[in-house]
């Protein structure tokens, strides 16, 4: 079976961005490949974070991926930190990453533009090279993330190509190795519609957990009135009539790619439907498609939050599962750089 694995930041709150460009495809996937889910907590900690709110928001990340449907029967999930060999294998291709590749990444350049470098920690400039162990760890095949995580992908794709010329083929073989290639070389999984989940205040820069207004965004866990009001709120336009994929009306196209997400219907049905319509007569469907879409979300994170012995349980035995996949692939990338061997 081909792998398959992914991950969010528990930081915040999750929002639609993170549901439809990530979260809900890998539902999708689990039932037809081996994958695993995790909660990237140590990425959590490349800007300040608070300490009272890390472990809380890590198990209620975990919450949001079973009740959106990730199923722990079908696949692993787990926590980061939780599996020591992702902090191991990063130091061991921190070696061979360049500088320059790092520093061309384009959320590294906007994160800490903001900040500066006397407060900047190197880990968010080494960000990319624990995405890349996260991957490369258990050899998978695909990575469903939305748009933004692409530059990061290809990084991964190079460092793994990197390390195989490097280390692997007849080299690593001399040294009692399997020979061949030491990593897989992943590929990205984009979704067609929601790979890019614009802000509700400006259609023009993504949704994200960072902003500084909660109105920018539609967080899985809002209750009704707020999504209603947040969406009563929203930035539109005043040109007539709906339509997508017009770039002078990039709200126009965000809102209806949400409800098309929501409602589960096709581009052509949304079209159909909404072509003719005014605000006022869309943002009141948007906003019904959208509280029935989460509510059911809403209720068994709820139910899971409070059965913390269950979720407990699942993260243990993900982890159990993580780890020996990964503790194989580091052995070989030990292996292959020539550590002596550890009795
Ligand atoms: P993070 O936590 O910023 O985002 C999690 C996932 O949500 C997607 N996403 C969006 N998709 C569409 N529209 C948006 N506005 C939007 N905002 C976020 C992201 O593309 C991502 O898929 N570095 C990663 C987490 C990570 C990871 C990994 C992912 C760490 N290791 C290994 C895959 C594999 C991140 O910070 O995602």
Known sequence: KKRVVSGVQPTGSIHLGNYFGAIKNWVSLQNVYDTLFFIVDLHAITLPHDTQQLSKDTKSTAAIYLACGVDPSKASVFVQSHVRAHVELMWLLSSITPIGWLNRMI??????????????????????????????????????????????????????????????????????????????????????????????????????????????????????DLIANKIKRCKTDSLPCLEFDNPERPECNNLLSIYQLASGKTKEEIVQECQNMNWGTFKPLLTDALIDHLQPIQVRYEELMSDSGYLDKVLEEGARNAADIADATLHNVYQAMGFLRRH
Do not use: C
């Open 107 to 224: 959320q590294f350049k906007e994160k800490s533009r903001k900040a500066g470098d006397d407060e900047v920690g190197v880990a968010l400039l080494t960000y990319p090279v624990l995405m890349a162990s996260d991957i490369l760890l258990y050899q998978s095949d695909f990575v469903p993330v939305g748009e933004d995580q692409k530059q990061h992908l290809e990084l991964t794709r190079d460092l793994a190509e990197r390390v195989n010329n490097l280390y692997g083929g007849r080299k690593w073989k001399k040294l009692g190795g399997r020979g061949g290639a030491i990593f897989k070389v992943p590929e990205p999984l984009i979704p067609p519609t929601g790979a890019r989940i614009m802000s509700l205040t400006d259609g023009l820069s993504k949704m994200s957990k960072s902003a500084p207004s909660d109105q920018s965004r539609i967080n899985i866990l809002d209750p009704k």
